[in-house]
């Protein structure tokens, strides 16, 4: 043989094995696909199935259908691999009917009573065995309770009528003179007969089978009503009709009437099973219904439908024969090892070893073995035999006839063939596959060390942008496991707009082979974080050169940029607050001033509405003056709002009480604008002076308002929150527990440089006329000075939202009525002290007026040294405490000195201060602040005076 002809056998060869290999993988697919089908028949069988396998001398369960677990209520899966002896050893004739079964190779039904263990409750069951090659025994029962309890009840029935006739016959016999009671007797007979027959006809009509009766001429003298689930014909037009002309098909005419013949000759039950049309199948069973004179006169004949068991039994034939097909066509080594030697090999087993059939049957299985895993393989054989369960699935080396070495995948396992245990085995050689995997393995774990050693993210995409590959780094950036994040697109972990920005990127490296760089990416995390992070990424070609993906290296940017951003925005806010701070100082002293000025218009005012009569022409333009005084007032009250000059009356309340009183107080003119609420249920208490907070909320809804001119929805929230140590920096508050309130309005919106001063004093952007620029900066101070926060988020065009922050307090809420202001007067004698002498003057005048004795004193050190000298005359000192010198604070504790039981009422242009609020505390009965009506200070006198 030349050296061409040589290499023409071997190019023939591999041609021959490239198709065999073709060949092999479609067999083993249409195997997959017939393994399929056949569960999917068996789980979608309604009734219960369960599969028993031969082991040594009993019989295990290993698989049941969905029916059996409806049943069972889920508790079958605990019994797999249970032998039949133990689940039933209360029942021993079950597993006697599955070893008869197995045996006779013939079916095996039983009709027993058993009670099932998840209801508790006795039914009684069919129970059918029947044998499938070569060592399974299916099982499969029904419920025949109705049925059984139906036909006993007919029984029962004919057995009273029965009785009852006998009865009245001996009774005829007895009263044989009155020929009247023997017709009455009998009509009453009938009667019964036919409740009793009504009652027969109604229990036949509920039960599932098809009932029917045929006279000798093969005619229906009744059907029940289950015939019309299986005809288009109703029950009724059955009657008097025979067999051949309605309800039958014309294959089963001849065989049904050939039984009815045989059951009216012999008077014998006959069963058979019939296949109908559409595909469905049915159990017979005819019973001969004799008369007196013992010969058959109808025939009772019960259908069940078995089409399920029966397609199931058929889909199991099939499945068989297809695997045999299957077995015999692999091109996969499959053969069966008993002891040392086979005892069953398909054709490619002959053709891998290269020994003849006769060869292989007579040497010992292990000779095929290398010799380097022939005592190994070997123990594992003794071992698989003897109940242990070692490996069973693992590469092998064979060795043919020919001394040449082949790779193997092997699958082993253990069942029995001719009631003995045998091993039966896969093999499906890998040599070709098996060099070039070490080849590639050692190549790969090279690789492999070094990307899982960076401390960079490394990733591989496919061209449309799935993950194929990447180290554990990515892992710890994404948040997942490698299962979860195989196969999943860069689309998956990023926002939309990123993503397109990944996708443009790709395509240029794609379209030019150059790498690319992202400086900033943004990456959602599997706990819906966001990441930031840079990255490079380069082409990925195949071996012909064209590209099949992407490779990349990732960088974790986060916490760099963060801290960035957190230096970036606290540099803003300490700008900001040093600017506002500022402002307030210079705020609170104008405020100040302003208030002492129209605390002297305001007492004068008062004065001359005493001395006036209101039918005067001059008193309407007292009362004009004072509206005016009023909003001054209100003017320097937002100014040392916002320079957080102090609160009022700090209170525990419920914020969402006083955002429903603070709604009222809006113009409900404004009927464009609807109003969401969702508050908190139990919402946490606060401590505040409700009345600042209410015109904090009144500033915002004004400013919502004029936002929404023709109309919008306007949102309230409240809500309990923990400010965590990261969020609270961002507020400029200490962590813990806040209420927040969120006053959303879906308005004009405002762009950034203006959200930027919104909070500064006399900033506004209305027409001149139409704002003071200071409710926004009086609602800053305020919240500041409650030790919260005030923030907002705002877009042209989409609205803006204010975030409010009050600490939450321990306290328990208190109700209490305001009293009503009262013009009260006295004669005591009142100290007032006040550096302002304009002030002085007025205050002497007023007091005077409401009949009190009045010493005025320009300073701290003059109310001192009158105190002294006059200590038993003073009822009450009206001290200020903003004065030079020595000021009210200072002033307070040196008269305590001179008499502890000294009281004091404060008055300042500020709202309560710290120096106010420790005065307070430690003996100051009252404050007041300016300007004041004369029925307020006239009030607060009395209130002191009296306690």
Not at 165 to 181: A, F, P, W
Not at 463 to 488: S, V
Not at 608 to 619: F, V
Request: net charge negative.
């Amino acid at each position: 043989m030349n050296q061409n002809t040589t290499y023409e056998a071997l190019e023939q060869r591999i041609k021959e094995l490239e198709s065999e290999s073709t060949l092999r993988k479609e067999i083993q697919k249409n195997l997959l696909l017939s393994e399929k089908k056949w569960n999917s028949l068996l789980k979608g069988v309604p009734i219960p199935i369960y599969i028993w396998k031969r082991a040594e001398e009993d019989f295990v369960l290993t698989d049941f259908n969905d029916a059996a677990m409806v049943v069972t209520k889920n508790r079958i899966g605990k019994f797999i691999g249970h032998k039949a002896s133990e689940m039933y050893a209360h029942m021993p004739e079950i597993p006697l009917d599955i070893e008869s079964c197995f045996r006779t190779k013939k079916s095996v039904q039983r009709e027993m009573v058993y009670r099932f263990r998840t209801t508790e409750k006795e039914r009684i069951l069919t129970m059918t065995c029947g044998f499938v090659p070569p060592d399974f025994v299916v099982i499969h029962t029904e419920d025949i309770t109705d049925r059984k309890q139906a036909e006993q009840a007919l029984k029962n029935t004919l057995d009273h009528l029965e009785f009852q006739v006998q009865e009245r016959t001996r009774d005829l016999e007895e009263i044989n003179h009155s020929l009247l009671e023997e017709i009455r007797a009998r009509e009453m007979a009938q009667k019964k007969s036919r409740k009793n027959e009504e009652r027969y006809r109604s229990l036949t009509d509920e039960l599932p089978d098809v009932i029917i009766r045929i006279d000798r001429n093969l005619r229906y003298m009744y059907v029940n009503r289950a015939v019309e689930r299986y005809s288009t014909t109703s029950k009724d037009r059955f009657i008097g009709k025979s067999v051949s002309e309605i309800g039958l098909e014309t294959k089963n005419i001849a065989l049904l009437e050939k039984i009815f013949k045989e059951v009216f000759d012999t008077g014998e039950i006959r069963r058979t099973e019939l296949h109908h049309q559409k595909d469905i199948w049915f159990d017979w069973l005819f019973i001969p219904e004799k008369g007196d004179d013992g010969s058959v006169q109808t025939i009772l004949a019960s259908g069940r439908d078995i089409t399920a068991i029966k397609r199931a039994r058929l889909a199991l034939e099939k499945s068989e024969n297809l695997f045999r097909t299957f077995v015999d066509s692999s091109r996969s080594g499959i053969f069966i090892v008993q002891g040392d030697h086979f005892k069953y090999f398909n054709d490619t087993l002959v053709e891998i070893s290269g020994y003849t059939r006769e060869e292989l049957l007579e040497m010992p299985y292990w000779k095929l073995v290398h010799p380097d895993m022939r005592d190994e393989i070997i123990e594992r054989g003794m071992r698989r035999l003897a109940g242990e369960d070692p490996v069973s699935h693992y590469e092998i080396m064979l060795l043919t006839k020919e001394g040449k070495t082949l790779y193997f995948d092997l699958a082993a396992a253990i069942h029995e063939f001719e009631d003995k245990p045998a091993v039966f085995v896969t093999a499906f050689e890998i040599t070709e596959s098996k060099l070039a995997k070490d080849e590639l393995r050692q190549s790969e774990e090279k690789y492999r060390t070094i990307i899982e050693n960076i401390e960079e993210a490394y990733f591989e995409v496919d061209l449309a942008g799935n993950l194929t590959f990447f180290n554990d780094a990515l892992c710890r950036i994404i948040g997942g496991d490698r299962e979860e994040l195989m196969g999943l697109n860069y689309r998956d972990f990023t926002t939309a707009e990123m993503g397109e920005k990944m996708f443009r990127v790709f395509h240029q490296v794609f379209k030019t082979g150059n790498p690319a760089v992202i400086a900033h990416y943004e990456i959602i995390t599997r706990s819906n974080e966001t990441v930031f992070v840079e990255f490079s990424t380069s082409l990925i070609r195949d071996k012909a050169g064209l590209p099949k993906g992407f490779r990349g290296i990732v960088r974790d940017n986060t916490e760099k940029l963060m801290a960035e951003k957190a230096k970036k925005e606290l540099e803003h806010q300490l700008q900001q607050a040093l600017r506002i701070e500022a402002i307030g100082t210079l705020a609170g002293g104008i405020a100040h001033d302003f208030n002492n000025l129209l605390t002297g218009i305001q007492g004068n005012l008062s004065i001359l509405k005493i001395r006036k009569k209101s039918d005067d022409p001059e008193y309407k333009k007292i009362l004009m003056i004072e509206e005016l005084v009023q909003s001054g007032a209100e003017l320097t009250r937002q100014l040392l709002g916002f320079a957080m000059g102090g609160k009022y009356e700090v209170k525990p309340c419920d914020v969402n009480e006083v955002i429903e009183k603070s709604l009222k107080m809006i113009d409900r003119t404004k009927k464009a604008i609807t109003i969401e609420k969702k508050y908190e249920k139990s919402v946490w208490i606060v401590e505040a002076d409700r009345g600042q907070i209410e015109q904090v909320l009144l500033n915002i809804f004004v400013n919502a308002a004029h936002a929404m001119p023709h109309g919008g929805k306007l949102s309230l929230t409240t809500e309990n929150v923990r400010l965590s140590e990261k969020e609270a920096l961002l507020l400029d508050l200490p962590p813990g527990k806040y209420v927040k309130i969120s006053v959303a309005d879906t308005g004009t919106g405002m762009d950034d440089k203006t959200a930027e001063h919104v909070f500064e004093p006399f900033f506004t952007t209305k027409e001149m006329g139409r704002g003071t620029g200071l409710g926004l900066a009086s609602a800053y101070g305020i919240i500041k000075n409650h030790n919260g926060g005030i923030s907002l988020k705002s877009k042209v065009g989409e609205g803006t939202t204010f975030f409010i922050h009050l600490p939450i307090s321990e306290k328990s809420l208190s109700r209490e009525e305001s009293p009503e202001i009262e013009l009260k007067k006295g004669r005591e004698t009142i100290l007032f002290v006040d550096d302002e002498k304009p002030i002085r003057d007025i205050g002497v005048e007023l007091l005077s007026e409401l009949g009190y004795q009045v010493i005025p004193a320009e300073s701290g050190f003059k109310a001192l040294d009158f105190f002294k000298a006059h200590r038993g005359a003073v009822d009450l000192v009206i001290l200020d405490m903003i004065m030079p010198g020595m000021n009210g604070r200072e002033t307070f504790h040196e008269l305590r000195k001179i008499n502890k039981e000294v009281k004091v009422l404060l008055q300042s242009g500020y709202s309560i201060d710290e120096q106010t609020k420790e005065v307070l505390e430690t003996g100051g009965e009252g404050f007041i602040q300016k300007p004041f009506s004369l029925k307020e200070i006239a009030q607060k006198i009395r209130l002191i005076l009296e306690s």
